[in-house]
Nanobody, 116 residues
């Protein structure tokens, strides 16, 4: 089992920045992909960004050039740096981890609200 705990959400003005963190514990040796999804009200959950154990990254087109995913192996933590945020970035952001056996684990979600 893998446990994921997110932090860093909140209210931010358009054009501002926010950093989300996702700390993992448990059987993390089995994990080879980590990342973030988000779900806005009335919309489907969508992939925001992911990073593999070999540091290959992938981003949704809507966040390319604004968001950066990174990881600190010593802290078992993945980060999502969000810059130049827009109102359409408002959503609940979910951290996830996928094992080599394709088991997916989810965090509890953290609310990000972009508003002036």
């Amino acid at each position: 089992q893998v446990q994921l705990v997110e932090s860093g959400g909140g209210l931010v003005q358009p054009g501002g920045s926010l950093r989300l963190s996702c700390a993992a514990s448990g059987s993390i040796f089995s994990i080879n992909v980590r990342g973030w999804y988000r779900q806005a009200p009335g919309k489907q959950r969508e992939l925001v960004a992911s990073i593999t154990s070999s540091d290959t990254t992938n981003y949704a087109d809507s966040v390319k050039g604004r968001f950066t995913i990174s990881r600190d192996n010593a802290k078992n933590t993945v980060y999502l740096q969000m810059n130049n945020v827009k109102p359409e970035d408002t959503a609940v952001y979910y951290c996830y981890a996928r094992s080599i056996a394709l088991q997916v684990y989810w965090g509890q979600g953290t609310q990000v609200t972009v508003s002036s």
